[in-house]
Nanobody, 127 residues
Framework: QVQLVESGGGLVQAGGSLRLSCAAS????????MGWFRQTPGKERQFVAA????????YYADSVKGRFTISRDNAKNTVYLQMNNLKPEDTAAYYC????????????????????WGQGTQVTVSS
């Protein structure tokens, strides 16, 4: 199993930016495709962004496209989510997830295919 720890959440005004980090340990990080999801109380965890093992393929939810950027540094065992032009509706707990990827260029967007999850970091955007 790979262990995941998110950081970088906080309180920001609408229009501001945050960068989330997810540090991985326990396995070879470059073997894992990574994803970011978010969840608000009483709702299901939703897909935000995903990146392939190699970092060459990314995919975004329509709601964040053009504002958020997912990236990874395999040398640092870390995946990032740069969030710009934040909106109050982006308020949520953000979770990173990892899945062992057989093909280096594939991304995964379904929540149920990720077996490894971090504990989450809260992002609050004030209007």
């Amino acid at each position: 199993q790979v262990q995941l720890v998110e950081s970088g959440g906080g309180l920001v005004q609408a229009g501001g930016s945050l960068r989330l980090s997810c540090a991985a340990s326990g396995r070879t990080f470059s073997d894992y495709a990574m994803g970011w999801f978010r969840q608000t109380p009483g709702k299901e965890r939703q897909f935000v962004a995903a990146i392939s093992r190699s970092g060459g393929t990314t995919y975004y939810a329509d709601s964040v496209k053009g504002r958020f950027t997912i990236s990874r540094d395999n040398a640092k065992n870390t995946v990032y989510l740069q969030m710009n032009n934040l909106k109050p509706e982006d308020t949520a707990a953000y979770y990173c997830a990892a899945r062992n990827g057989v093909v280096s260029s594939i991304v995964y967007v379904r929540r149920d295919v990720y077996p490894n999850w971090g504990q989450g970091t809260q992002v609050t955007v004030s209007s």
